[in-house]
């Protein structure tokens, strides 16, 4: 009986925490910085995903196929940028892309799965690699 009961609080914490994990958490501060650094985002753009590589140090790398970078704008297929988080925000800036602007982005994230709203209220998904 002792061992049944034991066996079923397991199960219990175990789906409690399945379910939990399941839930989208808004990411900020260290978390933030924690799933992007070093890791490979792939943002959905028109049909495509822009694989955008943040490194440790604050800079990041990305790149698109030729057709991608025409739908996108862009006259360039690859640039480099910084990277850093603010105010509970990843905060990104391109040496060619995007106007050389400064966006910052909200992160919402469910597994590998992320949702993001930007600074002028653009928003999209992205996966973690």
């Not at 175990?14 to 985002?41: F, I, N, W, Y």
């Not at 440790?56 to 739908?71: C, E, F």
């Not at 060619?96 to 994230?109: D, G, I």
Request: hydrophobic letters at 40%; proline letters at 2%; one cysteine or more.
């Amino acid at each position: 009986m002792l061992m049944q009961t034991l066996l079923t609080a397991a199960f219990s914490a175990l789906a409690l925490g399945v379910a939990l994990a399941a839930e989208p958490a808004s990411l900020s501060g260290d978390e933030l910085r924690k799933a992007v650094s070093g890791k490979t985002v792939y943002v959905r753009i028109s049909g495509f995903e822009l694989p955008i590589h943040y490194f440790p140090g604050g800079s990041m790398a990305g790149g698109m196929g030729g057709v991608a970078a025409t739908v996108a704008r862009e006259e360039s297929a690859s640039a480099r940028g910084k990277w850093w988080v603010s105010a509970s925000q990843l905060c990104q800036r391109w040496s060619s892309w995007m106007e050389v602007k400064t966006y910052c982005y909200k992160l919402t994230r469910q597994g590998n799965s992320v949702t993001w709203v930007r600074n002028d209220g653009r928003s999209g998904s992205a996966r973690i690699g």
